[in-house]
């Protein structure tokens, strides 16, 4: 299974969410194997899962250094198989627990890559090339590159998680084309909204918000998915991150927006069934995770693995409590739950 976490919209925890479903996820599953791939280039997730702030820092140049990140795959398949797999595919997974043993032997990445938005520039251009289904093959690099670590022990079952850049460039598209199911992590604001109803109208062609024109450049992407034949995934789960719903002092709008983004799933689950899993768009709530992050960033520990005690961040002094770890680990379980 294969799970896109993606809005339109920056600042909504991907990363944060990413991180926490996978290694939670890995660790709940021993028998399966977990793979994230980072497919943002600020690689946040990556250096999160290599060891945290300043470790994670390391280890990421070390893959840089050896060529094994998202880049590196498609600048290789630029220069030597612009339209075939290479054939060392399963080179580009790295084992995180090689690199950070706080993290479960079953994880796997692809790493992050700073270069990703030069990729990009590679991956139009070979869109546009003379070869039958250019543009389709230009959007496969993805599939070509999880497909044999897929397929490969069979008797192991494979979950990816793609931590997603929150433009819709040509490499999110790859991620779309790669998924079965989308996770939308969300937050209480306006943006977040505008987001969904982004992803409705690019991923699917539908006008879900009043904000959009009837301009067809919107829907370049879902037209030639559409005539490729190729089916787009299902939206599966909406999170609402950095939650406050049950906090008292929490606002007005806050709330308000809180409900809308329910309401909103609500509509277009009615309107259009057909683009949600039989998971039907739920939508669930992770509580702010404050200090926890902070840690969590730091440290690359799996939220369960965090001590209640108080942590060294740059000098200054986190406390983690278990008053936050447990509603925080509790929410996180829902979301597995129905993975």
């Known amino acids: ?89 399963t080179e580009y997974f790295v084992k995180v627990a090689d690199y950070n043993d706080g993290m479960p032997v079953n994880m796997y990445l692809i790493p992050g890559d700073m270069d990703l938005d030069i990729c990009s520039t590679i991956i139009n251009y070979l869109a546009q090339a003379p070869e039958k289904s250019a543009w ?55 943006a977040s909204i505008r987001g969904i ?18 301009d067809a450049v919107f829907d370049t992407f879902s037209s030639k998915i559409k005539e490729s034949g ?3 995934p299902k939206v599966h789960l909406f999170i609402q991150n950095k939650s406050r719903v049950l906090d008292a002092s929490a606002t007005s709008a806050f709330k308000a ?10 509509v277009l689950k009615k309107k259009y069934p057909d683009h949600f899993t039989d998971n039907k768009g739920a939508v669930l709530n992770v509580k702010d995770g404050n200090t926890l992050t902070s840690i969590l960033n730091h440290t690359g520990l799996p939220l369960s693995k965090v001590q209640p005690k108080t942590y060294s961040i740059y000098g200054k002094r986190t406390q ?17 739950a129905v993975l």
Not at 42 to 48: C, F, G, L
Not at 197 to 214: P, T, W
Not at 257 to 266: G, L, T
């Open 230 to 232: 190729i089916k787009p």
């Open 136 to 190: 389709v093959k230009s959007r496969k690099f993805l599939v070509d590159l999880i497909e044999p670590f897929n397929g490969g022990n069979k008797n192991r079952k494979k979950v990816f998680f793609f931590d997603c850049n929150p433009s819709f460039a040509n490499y999110t598209e790859m991620a779309v084309i790669a998924s079965d199911r989308i996770i939308v992590p969300c937050t209480a604001d306006a």
């Open 1 to 89: 299974m294969k799970y896109m976490v993606w809005n339109n919209k920056g600042g909504v925890g991907k990363t944060f969410i990413t991180f926490i479903l996978a290694s939670e996820y890995a660790l709940a599953h021993p028998d399966e194997d977990v793979v994230v791939v980072d497919l943002c280039p600020q690689a946040n997730v990556s250096e999160m899962l290599l060891g945290g702030n300043g470790k994670g820092e390391t280890n990421l140049q070390k893959c840089y250094d050896n060529q094994r990140t998202i880049a590196s795959y498609i600048k290789a398949r630029y220069d030597k198989s612009r339209f075939g797999k290479l054939g060392d595919e």
């Open 257 to 266: 927006h809180i409900q809308e983004i329910k309401d909103i799933a609500s």
């Open 320 to 336: 983690a409590n278990q008053t936050q770890i447990e509603p925080l680990l509790d929410d996180i379980k829902k979301c597995l």
């Open 197 to 214: 109803h982004n992803l409705f109208r690019m991923i699917y062609g539908i006008k879900a918000g009043q904000e959009f024109s009837d």
